[in-house]
């Protein structure tokens, strides 16, 4: 039996989204197949699920709209991104890098930076982690695909 511990749909706000090029669609489509195939998800103080998120950007904070998988609304969290700015302007600094270096550089030098890259991505997750403590409950895999999606938000050409 599946448990209702996770999430079943996630959607992104259309129109939250800033404009991105073909690298920055894969990455968010990818991030969604891998959460909705694998995750674990839940409101604290909830116990129903699963759960269905519409996440978006509204005056510079990241909303989650939390439903349950019939569409019963559960709960909305909202988060400042301040503290997450300067994580995703690095990890998009050396994400261009990342994307340099595959067309130019060495083998050992495309692994150092996608190091550099996960590294980011890794300190990232773990700051949602950090910041929804006390809203959800993610294992860490689900809070890395959850921070590919808010890459994704703030994603530009």
Known sequence: MTSPRRIVAIEIDEKSLAPAGPEADHER???????????????????????????????????????????????????????????????FLICDSYYDAIRNASAAQIEAIDMGRR??????????????????????DTARRLFTLVCALHARN
């Open 119 to 140: 590294g980011l991505h890794n300190e990232g997750s773990q700051l949602l982690v950090e910041r929804l403590v006390d809203k959800v409950e993610v294992d860490f």
């Open 29 to 91: 489509r990818v991030a969604i197949f891998d959460l909705i195939e694998g995750n674990s998800f839940s409101v604290v103080g909830h116990e129903g699920g699963p759960y269905a998120i519409l996440l978006s950007l509204a005056d510079n904070r990241l909303v989650f709209d939390v439903s349950e998988e019939g569409g019963a609304p559960v709960r909305r969290f909202i988060l400042s991104v301040t503290s997450l700015r300067r994580i995703i302007k690095d990890y």
